[in-house]
């Protein structure tokens, strides 16, 4: 099946930076979601998109639905050592049951 | 609150066996998923179900079946389980389309499987 180009694969964050990570594909989505997974855990819903062009914020995070509706960015502003974890975007394309495709997912992790 | 429970965190078992992992979601929703996920392929769709005793293949489907014979609880079953199934396995729901939250999948913690 089809996965969602997702970029960086990792990173490393120092606290105060701002990071950003995009998601793009091929095909055109109508809904975008990003999910965080935290070690040990299922992945959480962060933030949804259901509109292109949409701007979303939650707390320092911010994501955008693309104009062609074929990408997706996140950023984190002011990175904090509990940011590290695994963001995943996915898409969806109204099929029916709510079927999602995932990016291959970006590992955040502290600068030693 | 959300709630989507995996009966086990971690499970060991032998090549061969006939493995059961169990899912439960208490928010009425239609839709369930099973996903394995592996560093760095991310999470593949194995099976899923969009209403109580209908499956639809995903895009790994090969080596396991699932079962829903309730609204909350989907299960996913390997029959004969190999080293190769080694892996961390989440469950999913979400609500029908075109209500509030819509598209929105809710995970479980995950299973990690570990086949000897």
């Known amino acids: 099946g089809q996965q969602l180009n997702q970029s960086p694969q990792s990173m490393f964050i120092q606290e105060g930076e701002d990071v950003s990570m995009n998601c793009t594909s091929s095909s055109i989505f109508n809904t975008w979601l990003w999910y965080k997974q935290e070690p040990g855990e299922g992945p959480v819903l962060l933030i949804a998109?259901?509109?292109?062009?949409e701007l979303t914020s939650n707390g320092r995070l911010t994501a955008q639905f693309g104009i062609t509706r074929k990408d997706s960015f996140l950023n984190i502003s002011a990175s904090i050592p509990s940011d590290v974890g695994i963001y995943f975007c996915?898409?969806?394309?109204?099929?029916?049951?709510?079927?999602?495709?995932f990016g291959g997912g970006t590992r955040v992790l502290v600068k030693p | 609150d959300v709630k989507v429970t995996q009966s086990s965190r971690y499970l060991v078992k032998r090549t061969g066996e006939k493995v059961f992992l169990e899912c439960v979601q208490d928010m009425d929703h239609e839709n369930m998923f099973w996903y394995r996920q592996d560093p760095g392929l991310g999470l593949r769709l194995i099976y899923f179900?969009?209403?109580?005793?209908?499956?639809e293949k995903g895009d790994i489907p090969e080596g396991y079946s699932v079962s829903r014979e309730k609204k909350e609880r989907f299960s996913l079953i390997l029959e004969s389980a190999s080293t190769n199934q080694t892996s961390m396995y989440l469950c999913?729901?979400?609500?029908?389309?075109?209500?509030?939250?819509?598209?929105?999948?809710?995970f479980g913690a995950g299973t990690r499987l570990s086949v000897l």
């Open positions: 179900s969009y209403d109580v005793k209908m499956k």
């Open positions: 998109l259901y509109k292109a062009g």
């Open positions: 996915a898409g969806q394309k109204g099929a029916a049951g709510n079927k999602l495709t």
């Open positions: 999913a729901s979400s609500p029908p389309q075109g209500g509030p939250s819509q598209n929105i999948q809710y």
